[in-house]
């Protein structure tokens, strides 16, 4: 059964690094998603990106975030400045088709921290 | 706007107990998804069922099964005879199929269900 891939399974990294979280999504998937989970916390949404654009971000999603598509297959999520709040565990969703959740998949997530 | 309450922080039952979860959302859709997904110790999310709002018929799979009341805007999931192997995090979640909207997932707080032997 395809698979949304994240790389790494856990990325540790000082406060103010840069870091980028990898996803590829499934091949014949166009709508893509991060989401957050704190620890001990829900899982809350991101960002959406289609077509080569956001489609819709979370208050979550400020200024130190941002995401691209560099080569058609990866998904990546990038935190320019990391802070300890951003300590998390990240996942990647991808789905084929909007509204109708069709193949809606989530990756085994990144676990971050931030130390 | 979304939301989904699941009101059981932590539930504890003795193996081969049944247990009931308890979810309850909000959408001003009239067209949605419901979603159910178990999060072992491990940390990933573990997708169980998903259900159009258009189809009010409970299902059963194996010891699972789930009981969708639209008139009370409930997704309860039970399970039968449960296995220690079930203790998990247990979400419910919602996405609204609309057309003009994405279709990002909006998830319940989670319960934490622990299966004593």
């Known amino acids: 059964e395809p698979e949304v891939t994240q790389t790494p399974s856990h990325q540790v990294t000082q406060m103010g690094q840069e870091v980028i979280l990898h996803c590829v999504p499934i091949s014949n998937h166009l709508y893509f998603y991060w989401y957050r989970q704190i620890l001990g916390q829900k899982v809350e949404f991101l960002v959406s990106?289609?077509?080569?654009?956001?489609?819709?971000k979370s208050e979550i999603f400020d200024d130190q975030f941002s995401v691209e598509r560099p080569d058609g297959s990866n998904f990546t999520l990038k935190i320019r400045s990391t802070k300890l709040e951003d300590s998390a565990m990240y996942f990647c969703a991808s789905s084929a088709r909007q509204s109708t959740n069709y193949g809606y998949t989530f990756g085994s997530g990144t676990r971050l921290t931030v130390v | 706007a979304q939301k989904v309450t699941q009101a059981q922080t932590e539930i504890s039952v003795v193996e081969k107990e049944d247990v009931t979860l308890d979810c309850v959302y909000e959408?001003?859709?009239?067209?949605?998804?419901l979603f159910w997904y178990k999060q072992p110790p491990s940390g990933e999310l573990v997708f169980l069922i998903r259900r159009n709002s258009f189809d009010e018929q409970n299902e059963i799979s194996g010891r699972y099964s789930w009981n969708f009341q639209k008139s009370t805007s409930s997704f309860n999931f039970t399970i039968t005879a449960s296995q220690v192997v079930d203790s998990a995090v247990y979400f419910c979640?919602?996405?609204?199929?609309?057309?003009?909207?994405?279709?990002?997932?909006?998830f319940g707080k989670g319960t934490r269900l622990h299966i004593l032997p």
């Open positions: 990106f289609y077509n080569n654009e956001i489609s819709e």
């Open positions: 979640a919602l996405s609204e199929a609309n057309e003009a909207r994405d279709d990002k997932i909006i």
């Open positions: 959408t001003r859709d009239t067209t949605y998804y």
